[in-house]
């Protein structure tokens, strides 16, 4: 990093913005979206009750959100291939420990925890993980975000971005929640799938009564998230 900014006055018009507006953050984040940075492999410490199901109906299953959220990260953000394919590896690892969401009656309490330092690709992970447990079936998630709007709002980004595909900031009226309402956003841009989001990436954002109607009217076979 040092050795960048040293070059950087060379380079300046390769990175978007002014020499005399460079600083050590903006030339971080250029990087960090611009090289590849490889990620490792996840380590599990599971239960003594798993009982694996993924890996028998993997064939069987269409990755519509997946497949769509990986071409994003791979076209759009420049992601390495292996560092994608970790990903759908580790969010498989926590996916499988779910439980099958498509057994009659089922009925489960799973809980897990998932640590990993900063830029370690969190995010990343759990974006994906949302995307292939709407593949397999689950219909409703929701994330906890944080206590404060700003948290909140920084992570609403990222769901628009890589699981709703539209930017829910422009979202103005419960008729927008509907998903056949539809702005082409992340990855919107390779095609709009039915989700219902229930909440917005605007500071008033957060879940209201005004929108839970949507949730119900919209019946038990559209996925939402909030």
């Known amino acids: 990093l040092e050795t960048v900014i040293k070059l950087t006055g060379f380079r300046s018009d390769q990175l978007g913005f002014a020499h005399e507006d460079i600083n050590r953050e903006k030339l971080n984040r250029w990087m960090r979206t611009h090289i590849n940075i490889k990620q490792g492999t996840a380590t599990v410490i599971e239960s003594s009750e798993y009982r694996p199901w993924l890996?028998?109906?993997?064939?069987?299953?269409?990755?519509?959100?997946?497949?769509?959220?990986?071409?994003?990260?791979?076209?759009?953000?420049?992601?390495?291939?292996?560092?994608?394919?970790?990903?759908?590896?580790?969010?498989?690892?926590?996916?499988?420990?779910?439980?099958?969401?498509?057994?009659?009656?089922?009925?489960?309490?799973?809980?897990?925890?998932?640590?990993?330092?900063?830029?370690?690709?969190k995010t990343q992970h759990y974006v994906g993980l949302i995307n292939r447990a709407l593949d397999v079936g689950y219909k409703t998630i929701v994330v906890l975000a944080g206590r404060t709007n700003a948290l909140r709002t920084q992570t609403q980004i990222r769901i628009d971005e890589g699981v709703l595909g539209r930017d829910t900031s422009t979202l103005s009226t419960e008729d927008d929640y509907k998903p056949e309402v539809s702005g082409a956003y992340g990855v919107g841009k390779r095609g709009i799938l039915p989700i219902i989001p229930g909440t917005h990436a605007r500071e008033d954002g957060e879940f209201k009564k005004s929108v839970a109607q949507h949730f119900v009217d919209a019946g038990s076979e559209t996925p939402r998230i909030l």
């Open 55 to 121: 890996l028998d109906k993997r064939a069987s299953i269409e990755w519509k959100f997946w497949e769509r959220y990986r071409e994003f990260l791979l076209k759009d953000k420049l992601r390495n291939p292996k560092t994608i394919d970790e990903i759908e590896s580790s969010a498989d690892q926590a996916l499988d420990r779910l439980g099958d969401p498509t057994i009659v009656q089922y009925s489960s309490d799973h809980r897990g925890l998932i640590v990993g330092e900063i830029q370690s690709g």
